[in-house]
C-alpha cells in the first residue's frame, strides 16, 4: 500500500462563465520513504494540490487516501486532528511564532497534536541537536539566519512524528546555494526517518534532490508518475556523491 494515493482529484471554483479549475483529475502515489517533487510555475495548481493532500482543502471530486484512510471523507474535527498527527508541514516563509525561541516554536506543537509535553520536550531537544541549531535553542526567529529558520521550521514538521511531510516552496526566501542545502537537508530527514514527503516548487533544479519529479500546469499533471530526480539517479549510478553540511 502507498504512502499516498491521490485519485482523480479535481478542484474548481465558481461556477458558469466564472468557473476556474485550478486542478484537473489529478492522480499520483507516493511511496513509503519516497521524496517526490512536484514542479510547476506560479498559478499551476502545485499549492492546490498539496493543500489537499494536506487536509487543508477538499477537492471538488476525488479522494486522498493516507495509509489507509481516506482524509476526503473525514469530518472537519476529524482531518484536524488527523492533520495535527499525521502530517508535517514546512511553509516557504517559514510561519515561525516571532514571539517564541526556537526551542518554544518546535515544543508549541504538543498542545495542537494533543501529545504528551514531556514527550515533545524530548523529541524537540534531539532535532535541535540533529539539525545542528541547538546553540541558538533561546534564539527569536528576528536573531536567526534565513537557513536557522528554515532548520526550526523543519523540526517543527517532524517533532510530532508525522508520516508525511508537506513542503510549500522552501527555497522561496533562500538564495539557491542556501535552497540546495536546505532541500537536501530535509530529503536526509525524511530518509532517516523513514517518512514519505512532497515538495512544491517552481525551481526545477531543486528536484535534482528528490527521488522523483511530477510537473504540474495548468492543474494538470503533464509527466503522470514521470522521471526519477536527475541526482538521485546520477547518485545511484555512482556518479555523484552524496553532500552534506550545514547553513
Known amino acids: 500500500m502507498p504512502a499516498v494515493h491521490a485519485h482523480d482529484l479535481s478542484k474548481s471554483y465558481g461556477s458558469g462563465h466564472t468557473r476556474v479549475d485550478a486542478l484537473k483529475h489529478a492522480t499520483f502515489s507516493l511511496g513509503d520513504g519516497e521524496f517526490l517533487a512536484l514542479v510547476g510555475p506560479s498559478g499551476s495548481g502545485k499549492t492546490t494540490l498539496l493543500t489537499i493532500v494536506g487536509a487543508l482543502l477538499e477537492p471538488t471530486s476525488g479522494e486522498v487516501i493516507i495509509g489507509d484512510r481516506d482524509i476526503t471523507r473525514l469530518s472537519g474535527r476529524e482531518r484536524t486532528a488527523f492533520r495535527a498527527r499525521q502530517i508535517g508541514f514546512v511553509f516557504q516563509s517559514f510561519n515561525l511564532v516571532p514571539f517564541l525561541t526556537a ?8 498542545s495542537i497534536a494533543r501529545l504528551e509535553r514531556a514527550e515533545v520536550n524530548r523529541r524537540a531537544d534531539r532535532l535541535l541537536q540533529e539539525l545542528d541549531i541547538d546553540a541558538r535553542r533561546d534564539n527569536l526567529p528576528e536573531q536567526l539566519s534565513g537557513g536557522e529558520r528554515q532548520r526550526v521550521a523543519i523540526g517543527r514538521a517532524l517533532v510530532t512524528d508525522p508520516a508525511l511531510i508537506l513542503v510549500d516552496e522552501p527555497t522561496a526566501s533562500l538564495d539557491t546555494t542556501l535552497g540546495s542545502q536546505v532541500v537536501r537537508l530535509l530529503g536526509e530527514e525524511i530518509k532517516k526517518r523513514g517518512k514519505s514527503g512532497i515538495m512544491v516548487t517552481h525551481d526545477s533544479r531543486m528536484a535534482d534532490f528528490t527521488d522523483r519529479t511530477i510537473t504540474i500546469l ?7 508518475e514521470a522521471r526519477a530526480g536527475a541526482r538521485a539517479r546520477r547518485r545511484a549510478s555512482g556518479e555523484v556523491a552524496p553532500q552534506s553540511g550545514r547553513s
Open 218 to 224: 495548468d492543474g494538470v499533471l503533464t509527466d503522470g
Open 103 to 110: 526551542r518554544e516554536n518546535l515544543t508549541v506543537m504538543s
